[in-house]
């Protein structure tokens, strides 16, 4: 079966057709593309960070065991669900530390370095997961790109076939997204709002 995209299908639908094993196989299979995707969430990150990308995918399977009812479709989805947890990891830790410390230590991420200016490149995760969380209120579908981008680590091509949406609507969502995503965290953090051209 190994990791194709077929291969993990049928582990996927023999999960959520009640085979316990298949969720285990599952993992075994795609744990190196976790493992990447954990370590680019971590990059940005300070080396003394407590949270390490083997912790991220550890909490993230974690999560992912309890997950139930769901009619998994293909391999973009599975990831899709698999960034979804471990943003939700990465914000309930920096929601911990922050709670301990107010204002230290918080884990720090890009949106995409060559859209962020220079002087403002790195936003702190629960910044950018709050923006995200308001945005998904506004525009859903264009926030999911972003989440499927930024945290999953999706190409367009994923992201087409994971939402069912043509090449040129993901691209689109993505650069709308990403320009109401910078007005809001300048915003927040400068205290005035950008004004893009």
Known sequence: MGTSPA???ILLKAWSGGDETAFTRLVERV???LRIMARRYMKDERQAHSLQATALVHEAYLRLVDVTQVDWRDRAQFFAMAA?????VLVDTARARDAHKRGG???KVTLDESAIPPDASERSILDVDEA???FSRIAPRQAKVVELRCFGGLTEEEIVTTLGISLRTVRRDWDFAK???LRELDRRWE???THLA
Not at 84 to 88: C, G, L, T
């Open 7 to 9: 291969g993990i299908t």
């Open 31 to 33: 744990y190196p593309e």
């Open 84 to 88: 979804q947890m471990m943003r939700r």
């Open 105 to 107: 230590g918080l884990i």
């Open 132 to 134: 995200l969380t308001t």
């Open 179 to 181: 320009a109401w995503l």
């Open 191 to 193: 205290g005035t709002p």
